[in-house]
């Protein structure tokens, strides 16, 4: 089984950064894609960058330009790097693990970090 562990949220002025940091353990060979959802009071939860084991990244469109994804495999840690943020930005931020295991058959599964609190202050 894959476990997350987040951390970096925390309170900042509009117009900064923050970077959070996800580090997975356990089974992490496993591990096909990770990514970076976010929630706000009231809303649906959204997905905001993607990274796949391959490389592939995708970012949600209020998003480019101003956050990026990256990896570090020896660490086994996904990070998203948010610079300019906005008061819109404000959200719950919860680290994904796609999972997919090959015995006999293909299985797929999810795997959540805890979350951590991002505000922006205007």
């Known amino acids: 089984q894959v476990q997350l562990v987040e951390s970096g949220g925390g309170l900042v002025q509009a117009g900064g950064s923050l970077r959070l940091s996800c580090a997975a353990s356990?089974?992490?060979?496993?591990?096909?894609?990770m990514g970076w959802y976010r929630q706000a009071p009231g809303k649906e939860r959204e997905l905001v960058a993607s990274i796949t084991s391959v490389g592939s990244i995708k970012y949600v469109d209020s998003v480019k330009g101003r956050f990026t994804i990256s990896r570090d495999n020896a660490k086994n840690t996904v990070y998203l790097q948010m610079n300019s943020l906005k008061p819109e930005d404000t959200a719950v931020y919860y680290c994904?693990?796609?999972?997919?295991?090959?015995?006999?058959?293909?299985?797929?599964?999810?795997?959540w970090g805890q979350g951590t609190q991002v505000t922006v202050s205007s």
């Open positions: 994904n693990a796609h999972i997919v295991v090959v015995i006999f058959k293909l299985r797929e599964f999810d795997v």
């Open positions: 356990g089974s992490t060979f496993n591990i096909n894609a």
